[in-house]
Each structure stands twice: as C-alpha cells, then as structure tokens.
C-alpha cells in the first residue's frame, strides 16, 4: 500500500511540474506586455527549446539533405573538414510550426538557424503559446517605420561614369574611398577579384537595378522576407 502511495505521489508530482511549465518573455516583450489587453496583437518570436524527437536521426543525414553542392564545397573549404552541418542545419520539427500555425492570429516565418518562427498573436495566446513544452522563450519582433512616403515612378537615368583611378586596377567610381577604407584595391590590384562567388546582398529595396553595382551581374534570386513575396523594389529608395 505504501508503495503504490509513493508511486502515485510521484506521477501526480511530475505531472504538476510539467503542467507549470510557462517561457520567459524577452526583454524587449516583457517591456509592455503588462499594458497588454487580452486581444492586443503583437509579432512575436517563438523560439523552441530543440529541433524535435528525430533531431539526431536528421542530423546524421547526408548535408545535401540541406545544403546545395556549392554550400558544401564552400563549407568544406572555410572549416577545413567534411563535417559541414550542425544541429542549426536541421529543419524547424513540422509538428511544432503545426501547433503553432493553430494558435496565432497570422503565422510568418520559419528560422531554423534560430530554430524560432514569427507569428501575429494576442497576449491571450501568447499565454498559451508559453505554455508548450518545447517552447523556450517569446519575444517581439522590432519594427521600425519609415517618415516619408518614397515615390517609386521616378524615372532612373543611366549610371555615372567615372575615369579610372591611375593607382587601381579597376574604376571604382564614387566607392573609390569605402574600397579604401576596407583595403580592397590592394587586394584587387594583387589579382584576388572574387570572380564566381555568389554575393548575397540584403536592404531595404532595390528600385535601381540599373546601378553600376546591380547591372552587369546576374541576379540569381531575389526575394521580399518582409512581405513574403519577389517584389524586391517598391519599398524604399535606399537600395539604389
């Protein structure tokens, strides 16, 4: 009889402990959150505490499971060893981004290097969002908003042209003095160009694609992580 006791005891213990389980809030969530009414919205950042129950059998899986062939070989090269994936490779676990899908208001984004997604969700289910075990902490989202309304019909001209500096091998035009602050005309002038690396290059639009920078080169992919579409130049003028 004592056993038995003991042996309910326990589970109606653990069984409390895990029902008391709630995340933190981050700092910048945890600012105003008080001020909240139950269904005030707020994006948020749900971070999650692993990558699931199947995380190690994904983890041994080949990295071009998750990695193009040029990842690799890039890897390989800058780590100097055929190990190139870690857990921060590993796909978000599909049954937590599920569970949180049903819970917000608008789901937004997946970041397994982060293993967290964004959601739209009210403080009520924020709070039951808090409550998932594998939840590990919630946080906002910054936002920041723009003054001015840019007009995006303005006619672009054709890019400058500018004479070749005498000491460099290349014309660098007015990005002569920012190549010299970071030493890459002395590197340029040893040969060492680049050529065939894929540059990935993040701003708050591009409304000029006929920029020096932007037209002569291929432009792979694109892609708006703001508004979750290919619309990449009808935001801002500081992309051109």
Known sequence: MRTRLTILALFFSTSFSLSQHIAPLGRLLDGYYPRMSEQDTVIVWIYFTDKGPAAEQKLAMSPTAYLS??????????????????????????????????MVRRFRHTMKWFNTVSAVATKAQIEQIRRLPFVREVDAVVRYKTREVVNRDVPVGPPAVFPTNPDTSFSYGGSLTQNQQINTVAVHNLGITGQGVLIGIFDDSFPNLNHPALATRPIVAHYDFVDNDTVFHNNDSHGQ
């Open 69 to 102: 062939e040029r990842a690799i070989l890039r890897r390989e090269k800058a780590l100097k060893t055929t190990r190139v994936i870690d857990m921060q490779d590993v796909p978000i676990d599909q049954s937590y981004v599920d569970q949180i899908k049903a």
